[in-house]
């Protein structure tokens, strides 16, 4: 490549990584809730979900993705609930910033008559699709770009917004095993971050500068979260340890909180409500800033999200065991005197930063 087309690459990036400093504006409203006697979990609203891998949080509502309904809905702090996109196929994460709603989609499911873009790639089995959608608030989902599935690893897992109007949109693109830095308006992208090890499955702004999550597969405690510098994606720290990541969100205090979905030494709740045969058990991890490490176990925890100053997470997220042809996913606000002592890994070596 000559000088010119190097100095054309380095703008590019520079323009790209200028997108994803900051915090992204959030504006928090809601009545606080309030939990049963002895439960850390109080549930928002009495709206069900087709399933709820991702949660997020914005100008003071609560964002689900739902992959069987093929929409993203919403939840107000008082449980109002309303669906915000429809027809985006197999959604696997949505995010809500400066007006518009960004979502990633899945390698699973169907692909609707989408009426697609011709300058918009597609792959080879369309109904594999991954794309990312981009949709102003009131307006159709647009697919901006798509991405290659396969390999074995699944499909795009997180969308985090830009910090300004217009801006780059990051994207966790497992199945090339990356982060992506993606330009709304054109789809393309850049690589921000590949793990040494594992692959990434969620992203998430902090004090510290962006976290992501990487598990390394079924029965591992070789889970890590990453602290990257936001503007070249060099790592800062990482914490290791962790039993297949699902999400994380970060507190303004730089709390870290990591769930868990499939736990196999959390036990099992033997609740009928949770489905038949008992619902094995997940659990979220919350990491301080010195390290040290609470737990709260629940019934598949994957989606979460910290906002108004209270965290909140998705329970029963995706369908355990066998298809389930009715919604049964919910919303619940984590009391943080839930978490305790425990262990995030069954054997092994102390678990600290490195």
């Not at 989606?303 to 997470?313: E, N, Q, T, Y």
Request: proline share 9%; with cysteine.
């Amino acid at each position: 490549m000559g000088e010119h087309g190097m100095r054309r690459r380095a703008s590019r990036r520079a323009v790209l990584a200028a997108g994803i400093l900051g915090t992204a504006l959030t504006v928090g409203v809601g009545q606080p809730a309030v939990a049963a006697a002895g439960s850390p979990l109080t549930r928002v609203g009495t709206q069900s979900f087709y399933d709820a891998p991702d949660l997020s949080y914005a100008y003071g509502r609560l964002y689900v993705a739902e992959p069987r309904a093929n929409r993203v809905s919403s939840l107000d702090l008082r449980g109002r609930a309303r669906v915000e996109v429809t027809e985006v196929p197999s959604v696997q994460a949505a995010d809500r910033s400066f007006g518009r709603i960004l979502s990633v989609t899945g390698a699973r499911g169907y692909v609707p008559d989408l009426d697609l873009d011709a300058s918009v790639p597609q792959p080879p089995d369309g109904w594999r699709a991954s794309m990312l959608f981009v949709n102003p608030l009131g307006q159709k989902a647009k697919p901006v770009t798509t991405f290659r599935t396969g390999g074995g690893r699944g499909n795009p897992v997180d969308v985090l917004g830009p910090t300004f109007a217009g801006g780059p949109v990051l994207v966790v693109d497992r199945a090339a095993g990356v982060v992506r830095l993606v330009e709304q308006q054109t789809g393309r992208s850049l690589v921000l971050f590949r793990p040494p090890t594992g692959v990434p499955v969620s992203v998430a702004r902090g004090p510290r500068g962006l976290y992501v999550a990487v598990s390394a597969g079924t029965l591992s405690d070789a889970g890590a979260v990453y602290v990257l510098n936001p503007v070249d994606g060099r790592v800062r720290s990482v914490v290791k340890g962790f039993f297949d990541p699902s999400q994380l969100t970060v507190a303004p205090d730089g709390t870290i909180f990591l769930t868990q979905e499939w736990y196999p030494w959390g036990g099992r709740i033997d609740d009928p409500a949770y489905g038949d045969p008992p619902c094995a058990c997940g659990q979220i991890v919350r990491i301080a800033g010195d390290g040290s490490r609470s737990y709260l176990t629940m019934a598949q925890p994957s989606g979460i999200a910290w906002g108004d100053g209270r965290l909140f997470a998705t329970q029963n997220s995706t369908s355990p065991w066998y298809f389930r042809p009715s919604p049964w996913s919910q919303v619940v606000q984590v009391d943080l005197a839930g978490f305790g002592p425990g262990s995030s890994v069954q054997t092994g070596p102390p678990l600290s930063e490195s």
